[in-house]
């Protein structure tokens, strides 16, 4: 039975990897991946520059307001620290028109600023082409406390006064419960936005080993092979072999992808250039987990959330291939795996959302659910909303659900995977669950 066994998933393996398809996808995830670590060098690259600081000619007609808004302009870039949010202002007493006949400043902004009896002053946005929404928003907030600062001397505020009010207020964080720091607020935050990025390969491995393991399983009942293979080995060792040679083959692609994702980071390192993803800086999410408590929580976190992922393989691989034994072509099963999508789907959006559910008994619960447990577990226990015990009753309960699938799964295998008629499906597994 051993030398069948591997025998079966040798093939089978072979099958997945000796393929044009396996070389021409990962080609395509490999570009992608190292492309999108490497966006804005690419971009570059193509003509556009991250690190140009955007020009704005500015024509003051009240004569007194450049100067405020000069400063509160330095005042935003110093509050923020992004050079994309930084704008370089140039007063000018040129029209927009003849501003823009120049080429070279197609990509400028024109602001003409007026006297304004009710608003104290108006200001006119005038450029080429759209404003994108986040530099949009920092010249408004650049405007507005400029207004503000015009309104506050007009009200004859002494100088002293007027710098209190306009300097940023200092936000000191307390916590009242002692064993959380307030340095792992952010941490807290980084990882409820990251850790979905990170959970999204599995969930798409997931998907593509249910796939597989049905398109593999009706291929051969399509083409009469099951019936050669059936009659040399057993149902069980016949599955076992799929089970085993899809799990190897999602295992190298994840390793695949963790290799293109350190080929992306290393040429990134050579370029120079931070890695900023929605407003952060990739090396400071780093810094900030290392200096948290999850720093030392990763030393069990990883290894446990690696054990629920694969055992969630096995488990998505063996119930893929007890359904597939019931149909007899693609469609079929296309049909009886959408139970295994929709449960994967709400694990998955869970685990996004799971940071708002904070103290939820339910989501708690839910995390114990074989098939999500992998996807949701690891995201409340980076979040601290369960323990370790939690997660090895989760594990515990994948466990008994893959003895539950091979005992009382084998049954529908041994029944299905010589039917080839798609009547009554669900009327024959429950029959062969019976055992009649």
Same mark, same amino acid.
């Given at each position: 039975?051993?030398?069948k066994?591997?025998?079966?998933?040798k093939?089978?393996l072979?099958?997945?990897?000796?393929?044009?398809?396996?070389?021409?996808?990962?080609?395509?995830?490999a570009i992608?991946?190292i492309?999108?670590?490497n966006?804005?060098?690419?971009?570059?690259?193509f003509?556009?520059?991250f690190?140009?600081?955007?020009?704005i000619?500015?024509k003051?007609?009240?004569?007194?307001?450049?100067e405020?808004?000069?400063d509160?302009?330095?005042?935003?870039k110093n509050?923020t620290d992004?050079?994309?949010?930084a704008f370089k202002?140039?007063?000018t007493?040129?029209?927009?028109?003849?501003?823009f006949?120049?080429?070279d400043?197609?990509?400028?902004w024109y602001?003409?600023?007026?006297?304004?009896?009710?608003?104290y002053?108006?200001?006119?946005?005038?450029?080429d082409s759209?404003i994108?929404?986040?530099?949009?928003?920092?010249?408004?907030?650049?405007?507005?406390?400029t207004?503000?600062?015009?309104?506050?001397?007009?009200?004859?505020?002494?100088?002293e006064?007027l710098?209190?009010i306009s300097?940023p207020v200092?936000?000191e964080?307390?916590i @009242?419960?002692?064993?959380?720091?307030s340095?792992d607020?952010?941490? &807290? !935050?980084i990882m409820?936005? $990251?850790f979905?990025? +990170? =959970?999204?390969p599995?969930?798409?491995l997931?998907?593509?080993?249910?796939?597989?393991?049905g398109?593999e399983?009706?291929?051969?009942?399509?083409?009469?092979g099951?019936?050669?293979?059936?009659?040399?080995?057993?149902?069980?060792t016949?599955l076992?072999s799929k089970?085993?040679?899809?799990?190897?083959?999602?295992?190298?692609?994840?390793?695949?992808?963790v290799?293109?994702?350190?080929?992306?980071?290393v040429i990134r390192s050579?370029?120079?250039s931070s890695i900023?993803?929605?407003?952060?800086?990739?090396?400071?999410?780093i810094?900030?987990?290392m200096?948290?408590?999850?720093?030392s929580?990763?030393?069990?976190?990883i290894?446990?959330?690696?054990?629920l992922?694969?055992?969630?393989?096995?488990?998505?691989a063996?119930?893929a291939?007890? @359904?597939?034994?019931m149909?007899t072509?693609?469609?079929?099963?296309? &049909? !009886?795996?959408?139970p295994? $999508?929709i449960i994967s +789907? =709400?694990?998955?959006?869970l685990?996004m959302m799971?940071?708002?559910f904070?103290g939820s008994i339910?989501i708690?619960?839910?995390?114990?659910v074989?098939f999500?447990?992998?996807?949701l577990?690891?995201?409340?226990?980076?979040l601290g909303?369960?323990?370790i015990?939690?997660?090895?009753?989760?594990i515990?309960?994948?466990?008994?659900t893959i003895c539950?699938l091979?005992k009382?799964?084998?049954?529908?295998?041994k029944?299905?995977?010589?039917?080839?008629?798609?009547?009554?499906?669900w009327?024959?597994?429950f029959k062969?669950l019976k055992?009649?």
């Amino acid at each position: 039975m051993t030398n069948k066994l591997k025998f079966l998933t040798k093939i089978s393996l072979k099958r997945k990897i000796n393929t044009k398809w396996f070389l021409i996808a990962n080609i395509i995830f490999a570009i992608l991946i190292i492309g999108i670590l490497n966006m804005d060098a690419v971009i570059s690259f193509f003509g556009g520059d991250f690190d140009e600081t955007q020009i704005i000619y500015v024509k003051d007609n009240t004569n007194k307001t450049y100067e405020i808004l000069n400063d509160q302009n330095s005042a935003y870039k110093n509050l923020t620290d992004e050079d994309e949010n930084a704008f370089k202002l140039e007063k000018t007493d040129k029209s927009s028109e003849e501003i823009f006949e120049d080429k070279d400043n197609k990509d400028a902004w024109y602001l003409t600023i007026n006297n304004d009896k009710q608003n104290y002053i108006k200001v006119t946005l005038i450029s080429d082409s759209y404003i994108n929404t986040t530099s949009y928003a920092g010249i408004s907030t650049i405007i507005n406390n400029t207004k503000t600062v015009i309104a506050m001397q007009e009200s004859n505020i002494s100088p002293e006064e007027l710098a209190k009010i306009s300097s940023p207020v200092t936000l000191e964080r307390k916590i @009242l419960d002692k064993s959380k720091k307030s340095e792992d607020e952010n941490v &807290q !935050m980084i990882m409820s936005t $990251v850790f979905p990025v +990170l =959970i999204l390969p599995f969930f798409a491995l997931t998907m593509f080993l249910v796939q597989m393991v049905g398109a593999e399983i009706n291929d051969e009942k399509t083409t009469r092979g099951m019936e050669i293979i059936i009659s040399n080995v057993s149902p069980k060792t016949h599955l076992f072999s799929k089970v085993i040679a899809s799990n190897l083959f999602v295992l190298i692609q994840a390793a695949l992808l963790v290799i293109y994702a350190i080929i992306g980071f290393v040429i990134r390192s050579f370029i120079g250039s931070s890695i900023s993803t929605g407003g952060f800086d990739i090396s400071q999410i780093i810094n900030s987990i290392m200096q948290s408590d999850i720093a030392s929580s990763l030393a069990y976190i990883i290894p446990l959330a690696l054990i629920l992922m694969i055992l969630t393989f096995i488990a998505y691989a063996l119930l893929a291939g007890i @359904l597939a034994s019931m149909t007899t072509n693609i469609e079929d099963f296309q &049909q !009886m795996q959408m139970p295994i $999508v929709i449960i994967s +789907l =709400i694990g998955y959006y869970l685990a996004m959302m799971a940071g708002m559910f904070e103290g939820s008994i339910f989501i708690k619960i839910l995390s114990f659910v074989p098939f999500i447990s992998a996807i949701l577990a690891p995201s409340l226990l980076v979040l601290g909303q369960i323990g370790i015990i939690e997660i090895i009753i989760a594990i515990i309960l994948l466990i008994i659900t893959i003895c539950a699938l091979l005992k009382y799964g084998m049954r529908i295998y041994k029944v299905g995977i010589l039917n080839y008629s798609s009547k009554d499906l669900w009327k024959k597994m429950f029959k062969a669950l019976k055992g009649n």
